[in-house]
T-cell receptor, first 108, second 116 residues
């Protein structure tokens, strides 16, 4: 059973489109992190959300932590080919627990 | 931000041999480091938690005699895959936690292990 359900697992869109990736759980997390990973590289931290209801923006990326701290979303506005990669959410419960990942492909 | 360096980036070895992978925190001290395994286009699976000066804590299903972890200093943890077999081929990634931080945030660049 996956503690953190990430969806969709695959997403292929055209440049300029918007998208949202979801990370859901029935468990509460003290914090939740979003990472981006390129092939052959380690994950790079994008953001950490800690407070229920928190919203953080990173240029065209908007991250939201659910009020109950059980879920999170990543919204990308006007996606670009450079956004292509594997996006991972990870919740902290004594250790980091990763979602399955979302493979995003943005075509020019 | 803090930097975690992993070495080597890739390695090819013969079945039955052992391979050592190093994970270094370059500009901070890490009392705790983590080792993950990742299959192609899949998520990271925590293998073990490496604690400086004490034994590593292994996740369920991970053979501690096969994946030897040593965390001899505050900046270095090593993972040795002993008697490697083709099924051990994978992408291994380490991460490190800043002292006092609630969770780790800094990952190494990963090591691609291929056992032939």
């Amino acid at each position: 059973t996956q503690l953190l359900e990430q969806s969709p697992q695959f997403l292929s869109i055209q440049e300029g489109e918007n998208l949202t990736v979801y990370c859901n759980s029935s468990s509460v997390f003290s914090s939740l992190q979003w990472y981006r990973q390129e092939p052959g590289e380690g994950p790079v931290l994008l953001v950490t959300v800690v407070t229920g209801g928190e919203v953080k923006k990173l240029k065209r990326l908007t991250f939201q932590f659910g009020d109950a701290r059980k879920d999170s979303s990543l919204h990308i506005t006007a996606a670009q080919p450079g956004d292509t990669g594997l996006y991972l959410c990870a919740g902290h419960r004594g250790k980091l627990i990763f979602g399955q990942g979302t493979e995003l492909s943005v075509k020019p | 931000g803090a930097v975690v360096s992993q070495h080597p980036s890739w390695v090819i070895c013969k079945s039955g041999t052992s391979v050592k992978i190093e994970c270094r925190s370059l500009d901070f001290q890490a009392t705790t480091m983590f080792w993950y395994r990742q299959f192609p286009k899949k998520s990271l699976m925590l293998m073990a938690t490496s604690n400086e000066g004490s034994k590593a804590t292994y996740e369920q299903g991970v053979e501690k005699d096969k994946f030897l972890i040593n965390h001899a200093s505050l900046t270095l943890s090593t993972l040795t895959v002993t008697s490697a077999h083709p099924e051990d081929s994978s992408f291994y990634i380490c991460s490190a936690k800043l002292q006092g931080a609630r969770t780790e945030a800094f990952f190494g660049q990963g090591t691609r292990l291929t056992v032939v």
